[in-house]
């Protein structure tokens, strides 16, 4: 499947079939397929949770205002966005720093230079660094539903659930941020597809401030 048939044939599918599996291994490779998302200096501020046992799916639906689809779903994706992922001493951040020195990106003597520059686009405030994390995560999630298109799979990303409730529930520190839930499997084919939602043109997204 050729990338524009992967853009065109995507779609939010309301209904899955609960017959049908997620293999680990195809759900290992969609994953890591996504994770060559952009990111910001490349720290990658994200995680997920994979939600398969029934019993943790319906504790999910429970908090996302009981949509079918996360039960019917083989696997439910908590995608995670790390407002703590530009701080000195973060792992992710230490360890994107060390490569980057591997590659010749960078040079030791620059360690300083590099927190410094993270401080001052990603956590010189509250609101940047919700930002920072939810705009890497979104990047995340979009490859993700691309990469399961490309792969054979139907996806359908959810805003509709208790962020603070579902944090609690699976036990999601705090510096993490929700932005969605994100159904993965196999379209019912029993069921009605309706047509693709329409999108706007280029002149209503081009936009000019004089």
Same mark, same amino acid.
């Given at each position: 499947m050729d990338f524009k048939d992967v853009v065109n044939k995507r779609r939010a599918v309301n209904f899955f079939d609960s017959e049908k599996s997620v293999s680990d291994e195809l759900l290992k490779e969609m994953v890591e397929m996504a994770a060559k998302a952009p990111s910001s200096f490349n720290l990658q501020p994200w995680n997920i949770v994979i939600i398969k046992d029934p019993e943790e799916k319906m504790r999910l639906r429970k908090l996302a205002w009981d949509q079918p689809k996360v039960s019917e779903a083989p696997v439910v994706l908590i995608v995670l966005a790390d407002r703590d992922g530009w701080k000195k001493g973060h792992p992710i951040v230490e360890k994107n720093f060390k490569e980057m020195v591997?590659?010749?990106?960078?040079?030791?003597?620059?360690?300083?230079?590099?927190?410094?520059?993270c401080q001052g686009l990603y956590g010189a405030s509250e609101e940047r660094q919700q930002a920072f994390a939810c705009k890497n995560a979104g990047f995340l999630a979009m490859a993700l539903m691309f990469a399961a298109k490309d792969l054979g799979l139907d996806t359908h990303p959810m805003?509709?659930?208790?962020?603070?409730?579902?944090? %609690?529930?699976?036990?999601? #520190?705090?510096?993490?941020?929700?932005?969605?839930?994100?159904? !993965?499997?196999? @379209?019912?084919? %029993?069921?009605?597809?309706? #047509?693709?939602?329409?999108?706007?043109?280029?002149?209503?997204? !081009?936009?000019? @401030?004089?």
């Open positions: 591997k590659t010749g990106a960078m040079s030791e003597n620059q360690h300083e230079w590099f927190l410094n520059a805003d509709g659930f208790d962020h603070d409730s579902v944090r %609690k529930e699976f036990n999601i #520190p705090e510096f993490f941020w929700v932005p969605l839930l994100l159904a !993965v499997g196999y @379209f019912d084919e %029993k069921k009605k597809l309706y #047509p693709a939602k329409w999108r706007k043109t280029f002149d209503e997204i !081009v936009l000019r @401030f004089n």
